[in-house]
Nanobody, 123 residues
């Protein structure tokens, strides 16, 4: 399975943006699909994750109430709707598939990392 994140760009603080994570090359099913981000000079960090049924979602505390993760069962695409963006949300955003062996909040327990998409929030 290959994953491709898209939808990034430049937005002013307080604005909104929707990221998409498209799947290809295999069955569009997964246990959890997650979004992570990496700012310059910082480690990759968990942002949000969603299970295949869409019945279970988890968020990083600092994005709760601002970001919403969702998915299309038909296509397997996972979305990250980001509202009330802040300059500290600036990062490269990646999507990845949980490997079903570890912790759903830990980047090292995800695989099939796609190319990220850059989100820049100006103040």
């Amino acid at each position: 399975v290959q994953l491709q994140a898209s939808g990034g760009g430049l937005v002013q603080a307080g604005g909104s943006m929707r990221l998409s994570c498209a799947t290809s090359g295999g069955p569009a099913s997964y246990y959890y699909m997650g979004w992570f981000r990496q700012a310059p000079g910082k480690e990759r960090e968990f942002v949000a994750t969603i299970n295949w049924r869409g019945s279970s979602t988890y968020y990083k505390d600092s994005v709760k109430g601002r970001f919403t993760i969702s998915r299309s069962v038909a296509s397997g695409t996972v979305y990250l709707q980001m509202n009330k963006l802040k300059p500290e949300d600036t990062a490269i955003y990646y999507c990845a598939q949980y490997n079903e062996r570890g912790d759903i909040f830990t980047a090292t327990d995800y695989e099939n990392w796609g190319c990220g998409t850059l989100v820049t929030v100006s103040s």
